[in-house]
């Protein structure tokens, strides 16, 4: 298994930040945060893009990695480092198609099938999740370290916890797996 392309990754929505998105990210990446990662499902590709090009200059500015979720055509417009994908979203075979070798590919895990499959369709990373409860995407019930631990230990490729991580959670995020948050992050003061 290869180590995480990152060790924290930010999930920024701007509709869940208490203060300024670009403060809250400042903030962020002062704390450890090394890539983010935006994700505005209610945005349209053109609000996205205008919000997503001043997220890039100030992640350049930062040194840090964008990411863009969902929209292969924003990510490839604001030539963002990579794109990630969620299951029931464009085919992670056919973003690679698209994106080619320069751009990473992400892709959203739910269970140890996925994660295992997921090498065969030249991805960068996988997301797995929600290792616990988040109200975030509406999960009542994580699937636990212990689900995670075995993902980690399967994955061909590195992998990123993503679910309900909250600072008393993060001890039981096993060595060698990145993470990702969003309301923890979003949230800060």
């Known amino acids: 298994m290869r180590p995480p392309l990152f060790r924290r990754c930010f999930v920024l929505t701007q509709s869940l930040c208490q203060k300024d998105p670009r403060e809250v990210v400042q903030h962020a990446v002062d704390l450890g945060v090394d890539c983010v990662q935006l994700r505005e499902k ?3 590709s053109a609000e996205m893009f205008t919000w997503g090009k001043e997220l890039k200059a100030l992640t ?3 040194r840090i990695p964008l990411v863009i979720n969902d929209n292969v055509e924003v990510a490839q417009a604001l030539c963002a480092r990579g794109v990630h994908v969620g299951q029931d979203d464009m085919h992670a075979d056919d ?5 080619g ?3 990473w ?6 269970n140890l099938d996925q994660v295992d499959e997921a090498a065969e369709f030249g991805v960068d990373y996988v ?3 929600p290792v616990f409860a988040t109200e975030t995407k509406g999960y009542s ?3 636990g370290p212990e689900y995670l631990a075995a993902a980690l230990a399967i994955a061909r490729v590195p992998l990123v916890a993503i679910g309900g991580i909250q600072e008393e959670t993060l001890r039981f995020i096993p060595d060698g797996c ?3 948050q969003s309301s923890a992050l979003c949230g800060l003061e």
């Not at 973003?95 to 994106?99: A, E, G, T, Y």
């Open 141 to 143: 019930q994580g699937l």
């Open 42 to 44: 209610e945005m349209t």
């Open 95 to 99: 973003v690679r198609k698209l994106v």
């Open 178 to 180: 990145g993470i990702a």
């Open 127 to 129: 997301g797995f999740g």
């Open 105 to 110: 590919v992400g892709l959203s895990t739910h």
């Open 101 to 103: 070798l320069e751009m």
């Open 60 to 62: 350049d500015q930062l």
